[in-house]
């Protein structure tokens, strides 16, 4: 089955760089049926997405993050990756990979969900 | 941006009771709306998309409805298991916005 595994530092300074992976099983993300997102959840409180990127490399970002945002894939090795600068203590949060099927308008669902990993922005 | 607004962002309710939470829009859009279930601790889990279509493996107490800008998620009969905070979330444009999420708790 489709496993997704989130993986990166725990903890970042402020103005530095917050670098995660998402190592994707049981699935090519180089296929084009399914979208490869990120989500965050800061702590107590609910979900945001952050964005997503196709087998093609569009990406497709959240606005309000676009600014310090890149997400990237490597299909030799079935990952995609964040990449968010100059972070702050707002960007403290659980991060989730996700597989996200595709609808006419670009992502849609995310039907499955990698465990988390926990970001804590902090000197 | 449309706005996703839940209702009530809490409630407490017995095993076996209907239990309904609803998602209202800032503007109407078509029916790309899904809801999630996330559990302490734990990745959200997709419940249903498409407003009303059941995720496989979802069990069939679960069921969504609406259109416009009232979406509903409804428990016809509440389990145990069922103790969770659930989200919905528009995705038929960018951004990709969900709800402020609603919390479900056994009386």
């Known amino acids: 089955q489709v496993q997704l595994q989130e993986s990166g530092p725990g903890l970042v300074k402020p103005s530095q760089t917050l670098s995660l992976t998402c190592s994707v099983s049981?699935?090519?993300?180089?296929?084009?049926?399914?979208?490869w997102s990120w989500i965050r959840q800061r702590p107590g409180k609910g979900l945001e997405s952050i964005g997503s990127?196709?087998?093609?490399?569009?990406?497709?970002?959240n606005p309000s993050l676009k600014s310090r945002l890149t997400i990237s894939m490597d299909t030799s090795e079935n990952q995609f990756s964040l990449t968010l600068r100059s972070v702050t203590a707002a960007d403290t949060a659980v991060y989730y990979c996700?597989?996200?099927?595709?609808?006419?308008f670009g992502p849609g669902v995310s039907d499955i969900w990698g465990p988390g990993t926990l970001v804590t922005v902090s000197s | 941006d449309i706005q996703l607004i839940q209702s009530p962002s809490s409630l407490s309710a017995s095993v076996g009771d209907r239990v309904s939470i609803t998602c209202r829009a800032s503007?109407?859009?078509?029916?790309?709306l899904a809801w999630y279930q996330q559990k302490p601790g734990k990745a959200p889990k997709l419940l249903i998309y498409?407003?009303?279509t059941l995720q496989s493996g979802v069990p069939s107490r679960f069921s969504g409805s609406g259109s416009g800008t009232e979406f509903t998620l409804t428990i016809s009969s509440l389990q145990a298991e069922d103790v969770a905070t659930y989200y919905c979330?528009?995705?038929?444009?960018?951004?990709?916005?969900f709800g402020g999420g609603t919390k479900v708790e056994l009386k």
């Open positions: 996700a597989r996200v099927r595709g609808t006419i």
């Open positions: 049981g699935a090519s993300i180089s296929r084009g049926t399914f979208y």
């Open positions: 990127i196709f087998y093609n490399g569009s990406t497709y970002d």
């Open positions: 503007r109407a859009f078509n029916d790309y």
């Open positions: 498409g407003t009303a």
């Open positions: 979330q528009k995705y038929n444009s960018a951004p990709w916005t």
